[in-house]
């Protein structure tokens, strides 16, 4: 693969070559080989640890997990989205992405000082009253100090940490590179989006690096539960905060998982967790996609207070709808709602056969009917419906894998504060009231009539003129047939390995014939009778000539 495929700086074809080492370090050489990548592996690396192997290690999973640890920051926040993609990834990748951890050492004060001069245009001692200097806790993107307004208010400091934007824009450009190569050389990887994930990624790690971001979706959910008796949300201090520097009240508080009190208390704290979640979902469409237990706090008062915004979750007023009538379905029985619902949330990649499918959703569904609902999980019932979606190939939207895996965190806090506490009991009432509230709505009524006006306005606008142009083009005969062609790249690649192969023969051909003239002529210098570049002229052919056997042997293709 020609080198212009990637940046032409000495950085980028450095970290190229590091990606590239490590995959081969864990066992992904032939991926390299078919990416045909090995020109940017220098040649006594190249000859002695690109792996033999055709097929992926055994432990795949685990050594895909240290290729992601090794590359560093932004790769480990590429592992942490992969992981929402049980649509498509299998179990074993997912198990081992998770356990994947946001933790870097943190990066001396100084540099901290010099963000927050260079971003809001004062020292430290003209904008707070004190300021720690070790910090609270480091991440690959930023991290975070305390300190202290001249009000007397607590406050966090989150200060992104130095040159991090150059090394993600870095690698996200040759992990687009490297997704364009998978499609084209590697069909079988086309099924995983590679270009469509890394896509996804870009937009969600440069959404992270802009803390104004963050800042107005803290805002947002703040609104969302103004004057709440049992959810806090910290203010953001919008005059100490800017791109790379966000400053936010701090609440002190226990962790959600270290809450004590009586039965009684922690069901209380239960239910009020997992309502917030239902109020954020389905009737906000916007919820918090980051709840592990640092994220969650419980304050003195007995209110949840949420921190770190940067990992937000979306779901529109369709997806909220058609969520709520997944479950419905489910609790009422009705395979045939429920598989209509299904198939509407998924996008499709192939010709599905309904009839399986339908009795695969049957097959699963009888596993949960004589259960007792306090036993359901909506973890496992929700990762059983991706893994027949994966069968069936029909590929999952981000926002729904975002909002399983969040409601998945949602059950394990809610188990923990309360182990008996009934998850569909819980739910059922609430979805129920939302989709008749919905129904009735007029205000949503008169946009879903808006929307469809528009829409039919629109075609009825634009129909005269798209009809005049297939005319036209069929008149000047000018109507162009996409074919699609499968598996013609690994021809092409056949092709222009065995061409290189002739040609490298033919020059091996040319310094032997070359040589040989010249050991007849005798010209000088002379080493033991014979003339010193013939003999060179020989050896170099000798060794060209072995490594093209030790090519061709290793391909297993005489």
């Known amino acids: ?102 933790d870097v050492p943190p990066f001396p004060a100084e540099h901290s000082l010099q963000e927050i001069l260079s971003q809001l245009g004062k020292p430290i001692e003209k904008l707070f009253a004190s300021f720690d200097k070790k910090p609270l806790a480091a991440a690959s993107i930023g991290q975070v100090h305390k300190a202290k307004l001249f009000d007397g208010r607590d406050v966090v400091v989150k200060i992104q940490r130095p040159g991090i934007r150059e090394t993600v824009e870095t690698d996200l450009n040759i992990l687009m590179n490297l997704a364009r190569l998978l499609e084209k050389y590697m069909p079988e990887a086309r099924l995983y989006d590679p270009i469509g994930m890394v896509e996804e990624f870009a937009k969600s790690i440069r959404r992270e690096l802009d803390f104004r971001i963050e800042g107005r979706s803290a805002d947002r959910f703040r609104e969302i539960f103004k004057g709440s008796k049992t959810v806090y949300v910290p203010e953001v201090i919008w005059e100490l905060s800017g791109m790379r ?89 009705d395979i045939g709602r ?18 399986a499918l339908k009795r695969d959703i049957r097959d699963f569904l009888e596993r949960y009917y004589g259960i007792p609902l306090k036993e359901f999980s909506f973890a496992e019932f929700t990762e059983g419906l991706i893994s027949i979606g994966r069968r069936y190939q029909i590929k999952a939207p981000t926002e729904l894998l975002m909002f399983g895996k969040t409601f998945m965190t949602v059950e394990s806090i809610v188990r923990i504060l309360d182990p008996e506490f009934n998850l569909v009991e819980n739910i059922r009432p ?22 469809i006006g528009m829409e039919i306005s629109s075609i009825l606008r634009t129909l005269p003129h798209d009809l005049h142009n297939i005319v036209r083009h069929l008149k000047e005969g000018r109507i162009e047939i996409d074919v699609k062609h499968d598996k013609l790249e690994d021809l092409e690649r056949h092709i222009d390995k065995a061409s290189n192969r002739l040609s490298f023969s033919l020059v091996i051909a040319a310094i032997i014939v070359g040589s040989s003239i010249i050991m007849q002529t005798q010209i000088s210098p ?29 391909s297993g293709r005489l």
Not at 433 to 445: E, H, W
Request: aromatic letters at 14%; hydrophobic letters at 45%.
């Open 526 to 554: 002379l080493m033991l009778g014979f003339p010193i570049i013939g003999v060179i002229g020989y050896l170099v052919a000798g060794f060209l000539g072995l490594w093209l056997v030790w090519a061709i042997l290793r």
């Open 338 to 355: 429920m598989m209509d619902v299904y198939l509407a949330i998924g996008i499709l990649t192939g010709d599905v056969n309904t009839k």
């Open 430 to 451: 609430y979805t129920q009231v939302l989709l008749r509230k919905k129904l009735f709505d007029p205000s949503r009524i008169y946009r879903d009539l808006m929307k």
């Open 1 to 102: 693969m020609p080198f212009y495929h990637f940046r032409q700086t000495y950085r980028d074809l450095q970290r190229v070559r590091q990606i590239l080492n490590t995959l081969i370090k864990y066992g992904f050489g032939y991926v390299v080989e078919r990416l045909d990548l090995q020109g940017y592996i220098p040649l006594g690396k190249r000859l002695f640890r690109i792996s033999k192997r055709e097929s992926v290690p055994k432990n795949a999973a685990e050594q895909f997990k240290l290729v992601l640890e090794e590359l560093g920051p932004t790769f480990i926040k590429f592992g942490q989205i992969l992981s929402l993609r049980r649509d498509i990834l299998s179990e074993d990748f997912i198990k081992e992405l998770e356990k994947l951890q946001d």
């Open 245 to 333: 520097v966000i400053t936010i009240e701090y609440a002190v508080g226990k962790k959600v998982t270290e809450v004590g009190g009586d039965i009684q208390y922690r069901h209380n704290l239960a239910k009020n967790f997992n309502e917030s979640y239902l109020i954020q979902i389905f009737e906000y469409g916007f919820f918090h996609a980051d709840p592990h237990p640092g994220n969650i706090f419980i304050l003195d008062d007995g209110r949840i207070c949420f921190h770190d915004f940067g990992i937000m979750g979306y779901l529109d007023d369709e997806m909220a709808d058609n969520l709520s009538g997944l479950f419905l379905a489910f609790m009422d029985k």
